[in-house]
C-alpha cells in the first residue's frame, strides 16, 4: 500500500518571524507540507491559484489586503479550507476574527509563541491537529435554505410529540467546538426576541478570544450575551459563554458555578460537566444540544440527559464541519432528535414555555 500523500499547507503571515515559526512548527510533522507562503491577501491569492493547497493558514492583520477579504475571496473563486491564525485577542479585533468566520474560514487556534514553554508546545500541537483536520473539510459547508413553513411544522410535530410540557422548561444548555460560532450565531438570531429561558453555552475556545466571541454574538443576534460569573442567577432570554479556563455548572435556583477543576475530554471547559450539572439539578427541566466539534466532549452526559428526561437534540452530520461529537451523540442513542441548524431554533421555540410566561 502506498503512503498517503501529505498534506500541503499554505502560510499566510505577514511577520517574517511568525511565518518562520509557523513554517517550522507545521514541517515538523511528516504528514504536513508546506508548498509556499504568503505576506499579504493579494500573494495569498495568487498562491492559492498556482499551488492549489489542502489548507490554509491565515493571519488577519496584513497590508495591502487583511485576511478577511482575502478568506472571502478564496472562498468565492477557489473554496479551500482555512483556519484563522491570531495572535490578538484585544475585543475589538477580535470581532475581525469571528468575521472572518463568517466569511467562510472553517476554525481558528491561537499563535504559538518562539519560547519552550508548556503552553508553546501546546499551542503547537493544536495548530498541527487543527491543519490536519480542516484537510478533511473537502466542501465548505453551506446549508440549504428551508422554508419556514417546513420548519415550523416540522417544530410543531416535534413539540407535540415531546413527553415534557415546555411551561416546565428552564434552561437550554449547548456545547460546541470547531465550527460552532457560526451555527450559534444562526440558532440565536432564530431566538431574538422570542427567548423565554436562558441558554448557557460551552464553546471550546482559544483562550483570549471568549470575551470577544460574546460581543461578537451580541452584536449579530441582537441577544443579551455575556460571560457567565460566578453565583450569577441566570436570567430568561439572555445567553451566557462559558469563560475561559473555568467549567461552568448549573445550580440550584439557576445559579451560575464555576470550577477550575482538571480539564475533561482534554477541555477546560467541557461541555461534559455543564450536561452533567444540568441533568442533576433539572432534569426534564433542561434541553440539551450538542453540535459540530472535534472528539466525544458532552456525548455521553447528553445521554445522561436524555435519560433524565431531558429533550436532547444534536447537529445532523451533513451541517457539521467536524462530525466528531454529535456523531458519538447519536451513536451512543443520546440525541432525541437530529436536526440541522435552520431547524434547531425553531424546535427550541415550540419545546419551551411560551415569550412571557415564564418569570
Known sequence: MSARPPIQVLVVEDSPAMCELLVHILSADPELLVVGTASNGEQAIEMVKRKKPDVITMDLHMPHM???????????????????????????????????L??????????????????????????????KLMAE??????WPKRTVNM????????????TVDPQQVQLVAIGASTGGPLVLQKILMGLAGKLSVPVIIVQHMANGFTSGFADWLQQSTQLPVTVAKEGEYMQPGRVYIAPEERHTEIKTGLRIKLSAAEPENGHRPAVAPLFRSAATVLGGGA???????????????????????????????????????????????AAMHVLAPDKIADVLIALTPVHGTNN
Do not use: H, W, Y
Open 66 to 100: 487583511n485576511g478577511i477579504e482575502a478568506v472571502r475571496l478564496i472562498m468565492q473563486s477557489m473554496p479551500t479550507p482555512i483556519v484563522i491564525v491570531s495572535g490578538s485577542s484585544a475585543t475589538a479585533e477580535t470581532a475581525e476574527t469571528f468575521q472572518a
Open 102 to 131: 463568517e466569511a467562510g474560514a472553517l476554525a481558528l487556534v491561537e499563535k504559538p509563541s518562539n519560547s519552550d514553554t508548556v503552553k508553546s508546545r501546546q499551542l503547537a500541537a493544536k495548530l498541527v491537529q487543527t491543519v
Open 137 to 142: 473539510v473537502r466542501v465548505v459547508r453551506r
Open 151 to 162: 420548519t415550523a411544522q416540522l417544530a410543531e410535530r416535534i413539540a407535540s410529540a415531546a
Open 287 to 333: 434541553i440539551g444540544v450538542l453540535l459540530t466539534g472535534m472528539g466525544r466532549d458532552g456525548a455521553i452526559e447528553l445521554k445522561l440527559l436524555r435519560d433524565c428526561g431531558a429533550t436532547t437534540i444534536a447537529q445532523d452530520l451533513q451541517s457539521s464541519v467536524v462530525p466528531g461529537m454529535p456523531g458519538e451523540a447519536i451513536r451512543l442513542d
